[in-house]
């Protein structure tokens, strides 16, 4: 159909104190993670920083397909995502689970650096969040100063 969603996108920022390698190790352990849970199949794109952008802007886009996949080829879709119950939940054990793997990760490497998948009022803090401006604003702030 024209409307049909045929991927998941989750995109996750990685830690530029760890070493190309572990990050890239990081979003592939993530993507497994996803791809056992829920039966369907995954793409990861891991991105450096571009030439003219913010320098600790590592991230990666991990596209999961809607579909299981089983012997056979795709199966059926997977709902728990998308459904209303489920789906805000999922969401949010997911993004603490990423938070474990950053932060076991960057104690393997030695770093002392830890991160907080909880939004700044959830842990106490009494400060405005900072506000992400996106590719075109940012661009538009570099060329014009």
Request: some cysteine; charged content about 30%.
């Amino acid at each position: 159909r024209k409307n049909a969603t045929v991927a998941r996108e989750f995109e996750i920022a990685l830690p530029e104190e760890l070493p190309p390698a572990e990050r890239r190790r990081l979003a592939l352990d993530f993507a497994g993670e996803l791809v056992q849970r829920h039966g369907c199949a995954a793409d990861v794109a891991v991105h450096a920083p571009g030439k003219a952008g913010d320098q600790r802007n590592h991230h990666a886009h991990i596209l999961l397909t809607t579909r299981r996949i089983g012997p056979d080829g795709f199966t059926e879709k997977t709902r728990e995502l998308d459904d209303r119950k489920t789906g805000k939940e999922l969401v949010s054990e997911w993004r603490e689970r990423f938070a474990e793997l950053q932060n076991a990760r960057l104690q393997e490497n030695g770093i002392a650096a830890q991160v907080d998948h909880r939004s700044l009022a959830e842990q106490g803090q009494d400060r405005a969040p900072t506000r992400h401006l996106g590719p075109a604003a940012s661009g538009y702030e570099r060329r014009t100063g």
